[in-house]
């Protein structure tokens, strides 16, 4: 992997390193009122999953998601994702439903369930509209009234942003984290100062050497992840093969045929026969 990739604002230790980093979480606070538009604006944040350090990186499949807390006890996500994953509302829905139902422990009552939402910023197209950014709830089918506020997951996906709409000041971060270089972003560091800030960090970031290691961890550890996965998948594929082979053994079905079907070759198929 070349270096500008490595250094992508959309890499998730890069990510994590701009908008998780306690230590100058007026960002996150400001990415988040700017996804979470609300009469009563975030103004603290507790980062709950901050940790950024080799071992941990370095563990396969890890996610290097953020997850933090407001002031009123509403509990959010934040990941970026940069490999396509058709799955990705399942996934999306599935985080948020644990993170949701950790709230209650043994004793606790429904009614102290706090609002809980998933941001996904994408790298990828998942839904086919031109839209670039999505809120969504559950709602009566036909009346278009909502359940329920405590349930928000929202995608992102920043390829399909055109243009900066200053009305809407999430796309002064789309903008950011598609690319901290445009001309756009350039003009957007002059009256938006927590813009401005991100584009510090990432120029500090991108060029240190502990930065370089963690990604050198954390690419092995994907790929290893990666890996593994493809040797499961690839057992089971074979494992669902000889199966399939020896039930139309049974059948009495001849070897060049079950050998068509299957993809085994004949010594395959006589050795599980």
């Known amino acids: 992997m070349n270096n500008s990739i490595r250094a992508a604002a959309t890499g998730d230790i890069m990510f994590k390193i701009i908008l998780g980093d ?6 996150l606070i400001h990415f988040l009122n700017c996804a979470i538009k609300s009469e009563s604006p975030i103004t603290s944040v507790e980062i709950v999953n901050s940790e950024l350090s080799p071992d941990y990186v370095g563990q396969k499949g890890v996610r290097l998601d953020i997850t933090a807390k407001t002031e009123n006890g509403e509990l959010i996500n934040v990941e970026m994702q940069r490999e396509i994953e058709h799955h990705m509302a399942a996934r999306a829905l599935f985080y948020w439903s644990r993170m949701f139902s950790q709230q209650i422990v043994k004793g ?7 609002r809980t939402i998933s941001i996904g910023i994408l790298d990828f197209n998942l839904f086919r509209d031109d839209r670039c950014w999505r809120k969504c709830r559950i709602i009566d089918s036909e009346t278009k009234e909502e359940m329920t506020e405590l349930l ?6 920043l390829n399909k942003l055109h243009e900066i709409d200053k009305s809407s000041p999430i796309t002064f971060w789309i903008e ?13 560091c002059e009256f938006v100062p927590e ?9 500090k970031a991108k ?11 954390r690419e092995k550890a994907m790929l290893d ?9 690839e057992k089971g594929e074979l494992k669902g093969k000889r199966e399939t082979a020896r ?10 045929t079950v050998s068509t079907y299957t993809g085994l070759s004949i010594d395959e198929i006589k050795a599980i026969s």
């Open 22 to 27: 306690p230590r100058h979480s007026r960002l």
């Open 108 to 114: 606790g009552q429904y009614h102290q369930l706090k």
């Open 152 to 157: 928000e997951i929202q995608f992102i996906e």
């Open 176 to 188: 950011f984290f598609k690319n901290p270089y445009s001309e756009s972003v350039s003009s957007l």
């Open 195 to 203: 813009i401005n800030e991100a584009v510090k960090i990432y120029e």
């Open 207 to 217: 060029t240190d050497p502990k930065l370089q290691a963690l990604v050198e961890s």
């Open 225 to 233: 992840y990666t890996n593994d996965i493809a040797c499961a998948e």
């Open 247 to 256: 039930a139309m053994l049974a059948d009495g079905v001849p070897l060049d």
